[in-house]
């Protein structure tokens, strides 16, 4: 904790992880604001269910992930980094115009459109965040410089969670407040970025190839020729399938299954980011300083006991009818809303004990040359597996009309089968890795 607290007080870590933090913050915010806009009817624009909207949208804000994440590696190797920071955050300026366009507008597809030019935004900007921390922090610090990132991301979570669930409840569908509140965060987004040292060129003569396709081949291809790396990358990316198959169902789930509020949608999201940032946190704590795999397995037990704890806990909340229940109300509504709360948080530790190694191993094991082009293709992976979450959870959910409690189930049982699977293939890969660079 010692560590984290130096790296905090930085001038080299400190404005990049406020950047980072501040556009997480946004991302949150607005993709809340948006599902709620759409859960609870505050735009009149909708020709579709619910839940295909809801799981759309999740794909929508996915889908730049796919198509230019091999693109934006290249420009994150070729490029100095802090510059490309600062108009990436320009550009979310801009982006968050739109939507509020789309939000004063009453502009279902104006807010859509917005949705995925941030997810286009975060696509480019992620390759650029992961290859530098290994710039500016010591191989020692790698550990603690990931938990922090993570631990930030997920208080951006929880707080743009809050924040837009707050904003759409207290302003009664005057979206006048969530508008000034996105173009906020962005711009403080762009004012931290102004701090973010100058970082050296890693491959300044490398060609920028600018067929989209072609080159998320090559660089999903290349990284498959590391073999460890790739396994570590479906590692990465099997997590993502998980938690968007989760997150994206909590407001129906709130809706539907507990009778809630938004208001409990924000608390449920709360308890979630919460025990991610506690997991990542206490990952770095139990796990030691060097880079290494020990929690991971903790993680993978927890991601499918927990899962099954919350599709149990949910058949035992109370059917009901009447007005939705409000957080006094959930509170006070028995054990069986506690279990809820407590299934969503112990998932939330979980998630943070197994993503928190994979991505400093990512970071650590990656070519410095290609260090970019690596995480380009760990989020390429990230966004096929995220849509096809959005796929798996329409089909489920939408077509074959499965109770979400059995989506849980299948979820949680497909995560034990290839995490399982994972291990086996990863542990004997690492200890070679490990003894060579040693030796």
């Given at each position: 904790?010692?560590?984290?607290?130096?790296?905090?007080?930085?001038?080299?870590?400190?404005?990049?992880?406020?950047?980072?933090?501040?556009?997480?913050?946004?991302?949150?915010?607005?993709?809340?604001?948006?599902?709620?806009?759409?859960?609870?009817?505050?735009?009149?624009?909708?020709?579709?269910?619910?839940?295909?909207?809801?799981?759309?949208?999740?794909?929508?804000?996915?889908?730049?992930?796919?198509?230019?994440?091999?693109?934006?590696?290249?420009?994150?190797?070729?490029?100095?980094?802090?510059?490309?920071?600062?108009?990436?955050?320009?550009?979310?300026?801009?982006?968050m115009l739109i939507g509020?366009?789309?939000?004063?507008?009453?502009?279902?597809?104006?807010?859509?459109?917005?949705?995925?030019?941030?997810?286009?935004?975060?696509?480019?900007?992620?390759?650029?965040?992961?290859?530098?921390?290994?710039?500016?922090?010591?191989?020692?610090?790698?550990?603690?410089?990931?938990?922090?990132?993570?631990?930030?991301?997920?208080?951006?979570?929880?707080?743009?969670?809050?924040?837009?669930?707050?904003?759409?409840?207290?302003?009664?569908?005057?979206?006048?407040?969530?508008?000034?509140?996105?173009?906020?965060?962005?711009?403080?987004?762009?004012?931290?970025?102004?701090?973010?040292?100058?970082?050296?060129?890693?491959?300044?003569?490398?060609?920028?190839?600018?067929?989209?396709?072609?080159?998320?081949?090559?660089?999903?291809?290349?990284?498959?020729?590391?073999?460890?790396?790739?396994?570590?990358?479906?590692?990465?990316?099997?997590?993502?399938?998980?938690?968007?198959?989760?997150?994206?169902?909590?407001?129906?789930?709130?809706?539907?299954?507990?009778?809630?509020?938004?208001?409990?949608?924000?608390?449920?999201?709360?308890?979630?980011?919460?025990?991610?940032?506690?997991?990542?946190?206490?990952?770095?704590?139990?796990?030691?300083?060097?880079?290494?795999?020990?929690?991971?397995?903790?993680?993978?037990?927890?991601?499918?006991?927990?899962?099954?704890?919350?599709a149990i806990s949910l058949?035992?909340?109370?059917?009901?009818?009447?007005?939705?229940?409000?957080?006094?109300?959930?509170?006070?509504?028995?054990?069986?809303?506690y279990h809820v709360m407590?299934?969503?948080?112990?998932?939330?530790?979980?998630?943070?004990?197994?993503?928190?190694?994979?991505?400093?191993?990512?970071?650590?094991?990656?070519?410095?040359?290609?260090?970019?082009?690596?995480?380009?293709?760990?989020?390429?992976?990230?966004?096929?597996?995220?849509?096809?979450?959005?796929?798996?959870?329409?089909?489920?959910?939408?077509?074959?009309?499965?109770?979400?409690?059995?989506?849980?189930?299948?979820?949680?049982?497909?995560?034990?089968?290839?995490?399982?699977?994972?291990?086996?293939?990863?542990?004997?890969?690492?200890?070679?890795?490990?003894?060579?660079?040693?030796?």
């Open positions: 904790m010692k560590n984290s607290e130096h790296l905090l007080s930085t001038r080299h870590f400190l404005p990049m992880f406020l950047t980072q933090f501040f556009g997480a913050l946004n991302d949150n915010v607005y993709k809340q604001a948006l599902l709620l806009v759409i859960t609870y009817g505050w735009i009149q624009q909708q020709t579709a269910g619910i839940s295909t909207l809801n799981n759309f949208a999740a794909l929508l804000f996915i889908l730049p992930y796919f198509i230019f994440s091999a693109t934006a590696g290249q420009l994150a190797d070729k490029y100095e980094r802090s510059q490309l920071v600062r108009i990436l955050k320009i550009a979310e300026i801009l982006i509020t366009a789309g939000f004063l507008l009453g502009s279902l597809w104006l807010l859509l459109l917005a949705l995925f030019l941030m997810g286009t935004h975060s696509t480019f900007f992620g390759p650029i965040k992961y290859a530098i921390l290994p710039e500016i922090l010591k191989p020692n610090e790698l550990m603690s410089g990931n938990a922090l990132f993570q631990s930030g991301t997920s208080m951006a979570i929880l707080i743009g969670m809050i924040l837009g669930g707050a904003v759409i409840s207290m302003s009664q569908g005057n979206l006048l407040w969530i508008s000034l509140t996105v173009l906020t965060i962005a711009c403080l987004g762009y004012f931290s970025s102004r701090f973010i040292l100058k970082q050296e060129v890693s491959s300044p003569n490398i060609q920028i190839d600018w067929n989209f396709f072609r080159t998320s081949f090559q660089t999903v291809k290349y990284a498959k020729s590391l073999r460890l790396i790739f396994l570590i990358l479906l590692g990465n990316s099997w997590y993502w399938f998980y938690g968007a198959t989760y997150l994206t169902q909590i407001p129906q789930l709130t809706q539907q299954n507990l009778h809630a509020s938004e208001n409990v949608v924000s608390l449920l999201l709360t308890f979630f980011s919460v025990g991610i940032g506690v997991g990542s946190l206490l990952c770095r704590k139990i796990g030691g300083s060097e880079v290494n795999i020990k929690m991971v397995p903790l993680g993978a037990v927890g991601l499918t006991v927990f899962a099954l704890y919350l058949s035992f909340v109370p059917e009901r009818t009447g007005p939705l229940l409000g957080l006094y109300e959930v509170f006070h509504g028995g054990w069986s809303y407590i299934a969503v948080t112990l998932l939330g530790i979980s998630g943070g004990f197994y993503i928190v190694p994979l991505y400093a191993m990512m970071q650590a094991y990656s070519p410095r040359s290609h260090r970019a082009r690596v995480v380009a293709a760990n989020n390429i992976l990230n966004a096929i597996f995220m849509v096809s979450s959005a796929i798996f959870s329409i089909i489920i959910l939408s077509i074959l009309k499965i109770d979400i409690k059995i989506l849980f189930c299948i979820t949680a049982v497909l995560s034990a089968i290839f995490t399982i699977w994972l291990l086996i293939r990863l542990k004997p890969m690492l200890k070679t890795a490990q003894d060579s660079l040693e030796g």
